[in-house]
């Protein structure tokens, strides 16, 4: 059984910082990337930010210069420093896991986390 717990989401005003973070738990081995999507209402869910076992790094580019993506292989969990919030930032951010390889890969994903950017 693999866990996805998200954190960190909550109502902000446009300009201001939060940061997400997302632990994955349980019976999940050799993470290649784990990364960041959002929702937002009536909308299909997009990238925001991706992140490899070895740092390399995919950003939206609605979200470049403003987000920044980190992971700790060591702890299986993955932040996102969200800064100069845009009212167009509100959505719900869930956390993505790609782990294994050939049969074995899989993809996980969190419950989501609503984040509101008040203008």
């Known amino acids: 059984q693999v866990q996805l717990v998200e954190s960190g989401g909550g109502l902000v005003q446009a300009g201001r910082s939060l940061r997400l973070s997302c632990a994955a738990s349980g019976n999940i081995f050799s993470i290649n990337v784990m990364g960041w999507y959002r929702q937002a209402l009536g909308k299909e869910r997009e990238l925001v930010a991706v992140?490899?076992?070895?740092?390399?790094?995919n950003y939206a580019n609605s979200v470049k210069g403003r987000f920044t993506i980190s992971m700790d292989n060591a702890k299986n969990t993955v932040d996102l420093q969200m800064n100069s919030l845009k009212p167009e930032d509100t959505a719900v951010y869930y956390c993505?896991?790609?782990?294994?390889?050939?049969?074995?890969?899989?993809?996980?994903w969190g419950q989501g986390t609503q984040v509101t950017v008040s203008s």
């Open positions: 992140i490899t076992s070895g740092g390399t790094t």
């Open positions: 993505n896991v790609f782990a294994g390889s050939g049969s074995s890969a899989r993809l996980y």
